[in-house]
């Protein structure tokens, strides 16, 4: 074997095809000297790792657990005599581990070394098909092409160069970090979707005593550079290339620390696999950083905006472009413009109520309550006007043992890279001073890792719901896309770029 292995002594093994009784060996991770593949080499007791007893070629090779130190390991095989058409077979191994942290230590190795097949490093197998793998449940709820663009963006460092600047952010996961040492000192964190690292190096600094950064983009790699360069802290962190939803840790974790937050808190489906990360790593007592996350919402009134947006449609009002009549279109322009929520920054003083706010507790929730979320409206106007529609933003809150800090994204506060986001209603509301505004924030997730929008409000004459009196009503279905919360932000509605 080439390169440095993980090495796992004593082991026994046994291939489940053979009656031969199981054997003592030394199982080995590493790259092959001839090939450069990753591979796992089973050698007996007394044997020279240079001629293993089993070489097993990780590429089509998967793991399966049958008890808490006990693994099969199963891979493909061919078999070729004179004169006789190749054949091919599975093999498994069955492998035995002396301990039950060997054992998590070991698939641990497996998913690490297997995952250099899958970035791509060794054995190009992957892109042609020729390895098949069962989904995970990222992978049945989120289209293939969605995650690829999902994690293309953030394996760019250009991407994690516009969040990394964003000093609100940033700032304030360091701060939340640093001002409760507590929670870390000696402790064990995860970091989920750890992009740069930036986050498991906060806690280390804070005094973790050990760091398991998830990622499952090419960033993984850029993480781990950043680790060697910082010696110092990156000794105290393990970089893990995967999703959450696959990957095997040796311990359980003490805290989990995450920026899983889109725009609309909700963008972008990541909040997920942070409460998968929940379940699947954080020991019962354990914290989360950020543990809550609230949805503000406010009617605005901006004539500026909503006059912007409906010029864009007269375009198709041309009854002779180049002797072509485009006015059949017009509304479907229309209506298509409106679709599309604006993701801006924008002055406070346009909103003419108080906001209210949904909240979403990341430590209790389930995974399934982010598949559909259902927000009463209810406000009450504070002047007459023309409402064009809901704005929204977000905040959550680092709840540590020593310094609660809240993150926010709130208009008039300073501006973050999420901004904030504008539901833009196609037929405007009239309301008067005192009226009451009621209706529906209705969201929906869909597998392009982003949610469908669906808005209703209705002005009441009289704020007593018995006898309310509707004078008008107004609706949209927006549609968020997904990969867009760390582009650069325009008023114009929100970018196609990928996360």
Partial sequence: MASSPDLFPNVAFSDVSAAAPAAEATAAFGLGATTGAPRLCLVKSGKDEAEPTVDIDLADAQVFKLGPMEWLCVCDESEAKAGVE????????????????ESKAFSLAFQQWKHQVISGKAGERLENGSIIASKSKFDTKIEASSAKMYFHYYGQLLHQQNMLQDFVRTGTY???????????EGRVVVDVGAGSGILSLFAAQAGARHVY???????????????????????????IRGKVEEVELPEKADILISEPMGTLLVNERML????????????????????????????????????????????????????????PLHGSAFQGYFSQPVVDAFDPRLLISP??????????????????????????????TRVHGLACWFDVLFNGSTVQRWLTTAPGSPTTHWYQLRCVLSQPLYVMAGQEITGRLHLVAHSAQSYTIYLTMSGCLSRNPTCCHKINSSSSNCHLCSHTDRSSRCRKGLAQASR
């Fill in 86 to 101: 190749e054949k091919s077979f599975s093999r498994a191994i069955k492998v035995v581990l002396r301990t039950e942290a």
């Fill in 355 to 384: 906001p209210i706010y949904h909240t979403l507790d990341f430590t209790s929730m389930k995974e399934e309550e982010l598949y559909e979320i259902d927000i009463p409206l209810s406000f009450v106007a504070s002047v007459g």
């Fill in 272 to 327: 997920e696999s942070y409460v998968i990360a929940r379940d699947r790593f954080l020991a019962p007592d354990g914290k989360m950083f950020p543990t809550t996350g609230r949805i503000h919402m406010a009617p605005f009134s901006d004539e500026y905006l909503y006059v912007e947006i409906a010029n864009k449609a007269l375009f198709w009002q041309q009854h002779n472009f180049f002797g072509v009549d485009l006015t």
């Fill in 213 to 239: 950064a998830v990622e499952a983009s090419e960033m993984a790699e850029n993480a781990q550079r950043l680790m060697s360069g910082n010696p110092s802290l990156g000794q105290r962190i393990t970089v």
């Fill in 174 to 184: 360091y701060a939340a970090v640093m001002e409760n040492r507590s929670d870390f």
